[in-house]
C-alpha cells in the first residue's frame, strides 16, 4: 500500500511522535512522517525526529503566546506542501491554527487529546478529571476545526479513573491509549476509509489486499 505522508508539529518531548515513528518504522501502519516542525528551539521532539533520520526544523512562532503569526502559519504551509504532505499530525503542538492553515489541509489535521472530548478540552485535563470525580477518562483522536479541542472524532479509548489517581499517574495510563489510537486513527486515514458526514465521522471497509487508497 502507499504510503501516506504525514507532517507533525509538536511543541514538546515527542511522546506520540515517537510512537507514530516506531510504527511506522516496524511497518506496523502505512505512515512516512515526512517532516516535523515545532515552534520551541529546544523541543525534545526534533531531536527525536532527527535520530530517525526525519527532517526536524524549529519555525519561531512570532509574538503571540497561543497562536502562530499569519506570515509564520504559512511559513509552516509551505514546509509542509514542499514535503509533499498529505495530513498534518498535532503532536502536543500548543498554538491555535486558523482557517489558512485549516484550508490549506481540508479534513487533513488532526490531534491527540487526553480526555473523552468534549469532556475537558484545554489544558490540565487530567487534573480535573479528578477533581471532577468522573470514573472513566480516556484518550479522543480529532479533527482539528478553529475551536479548542472541539473537532469532529475520529477514535477514543476510554481508561479507568482509579481512587488514588493523581494527575501524573492518570496522565500515564492514559498516554499509552494515545499512542494506540493515533497510530490507528492515521493507519484508517492511510487506508482511505475515514468519511466525515457533518460531525460525524464513519469508517469504511478495509480496502481489498493490494489495493492503493
Known amino acids: 500500500m502507499e504510503k501516506l505522508r504525514v507532517g507533525v508539529l509538536a511543541s514538546g518531548r515527542g511522546s506520540n511522535l515517537q510512537a507514530i515513528l516506531d510504527r511506522s518504522i516496524a511497518g506496523e501502519i502505512d505512515v512516512e512522517v515526512a517532516i516535523v516542525l515545532s515552534d520551541v528551539e529546544d523541543a525534545p521532539a526534533l531531536s527525536l525526529a532527527k535520530t530517525a533520520g526525519v527532517p526536524a526544523i524549529h519555525v519561531p512562532p ?7 503569526e499569519p506570515e509564520i502559519e504559512k511559513q509552516y504551509i509551505d ?3 514542499a514535503h ?8 502536543g503542538f500548543m498554538r491555535v491554527l486558523h482557517d489558512d492553515f485549516l484550508n490549506a489541509f481540508p479534513g487533513k ?3 491527540i487529546h487526553p480526555s473523552l472530548l468534549p469532556a475537558f478540552p484545554g489544558l490540565n485535563v487530567q487534573k480535573k478529571a479528578i ?7 480516556g484518550a479522543t483522536v480529532h479533527f482539528v476545526n478553529a475551536g479548542v479541542d472541539s473537532g469532529p472524532i475520529i477514535l477514543q ?3 479507568p479513573v482509579l481512587d488514588d489517581d493523581t494527575p501524573d499517574i492518570l ?5 499509552v491509549e494515545e499512542h494506540r489510537i493515533y497510530a490507528q486513527a492515521l493507519q484508517l486515514m492511510a487506508e482511505g476509509r475515514i468519511n466525515l458526514d457533518g460531525r460525524r465521522v464513519r469508517v469504511g471497509p478495509a480496502p ?3 489495493e492503493l487508497r
Open 62 to 68: 512570532g509574538r503571540f503566546r497561543t497562536k502562530l
Open 79 to 81: 514546509i509542509l506542501l
Open 84 to 91: 509533499g504532505v498529505e495530513v498534518v499530525a498535532l503532536a
Open 109 to 111: 489535521v488532526v490531534n
Open 131 to 137: 477533581d471532577h470525580g468522573v470514573k472513566w477518562s
Open 157 to 159: 479509548a476510554a481508561v
Open 171 to 175: 496522565a500515564a495510563r492514559i498516554l
Open 208 to 210: 481489498a489486499e493490494g
